[in-house]
């Protein structure tokens, strides 16, 4: 039986780089096959057909990467 590989952006937040071919790198919220919404960073195609690999956090884990960040004086 095959994973649901369903997606829905249900917003997006912001473009962090723009990329060649106007893929741009963006984090937005997304809920995969229907669970729960978390943030995601990843490069998306213009019409968002097409994604790299990327990264999804929960909120707990993206404050947790903010603080270690901010902690190392990078941001």
Not at 2 to 23: L, M, N, P, R
Not at 26 to 44: A, F, H, Q, T
Request: some cysteine; proline content about 3%; hydrophobic content about 35%.
């Amino acid at each position: 039986m095959a994973d649901d590989f369903s997606f829905e952006v249900t917003q997006k937040i912001g473009i962090i780089a723009e990329g060649k071919g106007g893929w741009n790198l963006e984090l937005n919220m997304i809920s995969w096959g229907g669970r729960p919404v978390k943030y995601d960073i990843r490069s998306w195609s213009p019409d968002h057909q097409k994604m790299s690999k990327g990264i999804t956090l929960s909120k707990d884990e993206l404050s947790a990467l903010k603080a270690l960040l901010e902690s190392k004086n990078i941001c």
